[in-house]
């Protein structure tokens, strides 16, 4: 049975304690939307071969880190509307 492979990035993603450098951060969102922008012309991708594994992987790891910050998002909101005041109707 194949083992599942969960996409990650190719640097370390920065903790809250650490900051990662812009010039890496801008890399890695560049490497994400090349891979996004390459999938919309979608003629002949061969994603076992050539720039197809590379291409997915960067799109693998632009759907986690999209999912990881919506998450994050709604984790603040959830603490925003238990720490708002009820209304009454």
């Known amino acids: ?3 599942k492979t969960i996409a990650r990035p190719r640097t370390p993603v920065a ?3 650490t900051t990662q450098d812009p010039a890496d951060l801008l890399e890695n969102t ?3 939307l090349e891979a996004l ?3 919309c012309h979608g003629e002949d991708i061969d994603w076992c ?3 197809g594994p590379r291409r997915l992987d960067n799109l693998l790891w632009l759907a986690a880190e999209m ?3 919506a998450g994050e ?3 603040m909101s959830e603490k ?3 720490g708002a005041p009820e209304t009454g109707g």
């Open 67 to 69: 999912a990881r910050k």
């Open 1 to 3: 049975m194949a083992t």
């Open 73 to 75: 998002l709604f984790q």
């Open 80 to 82: 925003a509307r238990r």
């Open 49 to 51: 071969s050539g720039d």
């Open 15 to 17: 903790s809250e304690e």
């Open 37 to 39: 922008l390459w999938i």
């Open 30 to 32: 560049l490497s994400q």
